[in-house]
């Protein structure tokens, strides 16, 4: 079974502008959740969509958005970028039906913004 | 408080020799779960082992266990014969509300240990 995958792996923008991030979770995982990984902040919750919809949300600001589609395949936004959004960003995927389950990771896109 | 404490920043172990890398964590839920993971310096955090709370047995996954000690909130990860490739950053994460039906996918990390496997 492939894992969890992320595209782009690498990127780089600069200030004010916007990126799209994308993530393909484990087939029949239904849940995708997001984190952002920083030097300064360590791994921090973003989101967690399930079926299309939003489920749980960390303490990010409005400029961080997600959506899923209906093949569970995720997207993450982030609007006028800033410098600390440089960032390690993964993605994880699990069935979603219960909290036991374990969350598996993709590989992650770098950010980098200048 | 920090909800996910682990206090080893790094450690330098002898190939073949067993490793305890600690964590200890914090929680008023009942029902939570434990997850270790590793991330190599590509990027990818690696699923280790997971240990729920109502877990009688302490978990186990080929060279790694976990010493759930409950009552002292810690779940420290052991592993034994350590490996040239077992050389990566250890994050001890836990996920609170297990029990409910509600899904919370929330996994809340530690600071994570650098470990390093000396030839």
């Known amino acids: 079974k492939a894992g969890v995958t992320q595209t782009p792996r690498y990127l780089i923008k600069t200030r004010g502008q916007q990126v799209t991030l994308s993530c393909s979770p484990i087939?029949?995982?239904?849940?995708v959740s997001w984190y952002q990984q920083t030097p300064g902040q360590g791994l921090q919750f973003l989101f967690e969509y399930f079926s299309e919809t939003q489920r749980n949300k960390g303490n990010f600001p409005g400029r961080f958005s997600g959506r899923q589609f209906s093949n569970s395949r995720s997207e993450m936004n982030v609007s006028t970028l800033e410098l600390g959004d440089s960032a390690l960003y993964l993605c994880?995927?699990?069935?979603?039906?219960?909290?036991?389950?374990?969350?598996?990771f993709g590989p992650g896109t770098r950010l980098l913004v200048l | 408080a920090q909800k996910i404490t682990q206090t080893q920043p790094g450690m330098f172990v002898q190939e073949k020799e067993a490793v305890t890398l600690d964590c200890t964590y914090d929680t008023s839920d009942q029902s939570y779960g434990l997850f270790w993971y590793k991330q190599p310096s590509s990027g990818e955090m690696i699923f280790l082992i997971y240990q729920g709370s109502y877990d009688e047995q302490n978990a186990t996954e080929g060279r790694y266990s976990l010493n759930f000690q409950k009552a002292r909130k810690s779940a420290n990860l052991v592993i034994s014969a350590s490996q040239l490739g077992d050389s990566a950053m250890y994050f001890c994460?836990?996920?609170?509300?297990?029990?409910?039906?509600?899904?919370?996918?929330?996994?809340?990390f530690g600071t994570g240990t650098r470990l390093t496997i000396i030839p």
């Open positions: 994460a836990m996920r609170e509300g297990v029990g409910s039906n509600f899904g919370n996918e929330k996994l809340t």
């Open positions: 087939s029949g995982h239904r849940s």
């Open positions: 994880a995927s699990s069935l979603g039906g219960t909290a036991q389950e374990t969350q598996y």
